[in-house]
Nanobody, 124 residues
Framework: QVQLVESGGGSVQAGGSLRLSCVAS????????MGWFRHGPGKEREGVAA????????RYADSVKGRFAISRDNAKNTLYLQLNSLTPEDTAMYFC?????????????????WGQGTQVTVSS
């Protein structure tokens, strides 16, 4: 089975940075497209960023555009999310997700495989 394991979360002050990692294992043919989602207190689950096969296409939520950067190391089967200029509004559990091609990149319904999440907390 496909397994996704996130790491890199933590607590930072506003303006700080974090780098999240997601290591995929199992059948990597089922993880052609990967993305990051987050679910903060009192908020809906939000697609944060997604990465197409080969990295030719990336998608970002408007709320993080210009501050976050998604990247992928295919040799390591690892997805990254660089979070810069963090604000308390970015506080959430961040989830790595993966799936085959097809569907909206920032639509959670496009992703059958999910990690258990890593917590990001940003203080004022």
């Amino acid at each position: 089975q496909v397994q996704l394991v996130e790491s890199g979360g933590g607590s930072v002050q506003a303006g700080g940075s974090l780098r999240l990692s997601c290591v995929a294992s199992g059948d990597t043919h089922l993880t052609k497209v990967m993305g990051w989602f987050r679910h903060g207190p009192g908020k809906e689950r939000e697609g944060v960023a997604a990465h197409s096969p080969g990295g030719s296409i990336t998608r970002y939520a408007d709320s993080v555009k210009g501050r976050f950067a998604i990247s992928r190391d295919n040799a390591k089967n690892t997805l990254y999310l660089q979070l810069n200029s963090l604000t308390p509004e970015d506080t959430a559990m961040y989830f790595c997700a993966a799936g085959a091609a097809g569907g909206g990149y920032l639509d959670a319904r496009s992703y059958p495989y999910w990690g258990q999440g890593t917590q990001v907390t940003v203080s004022s």
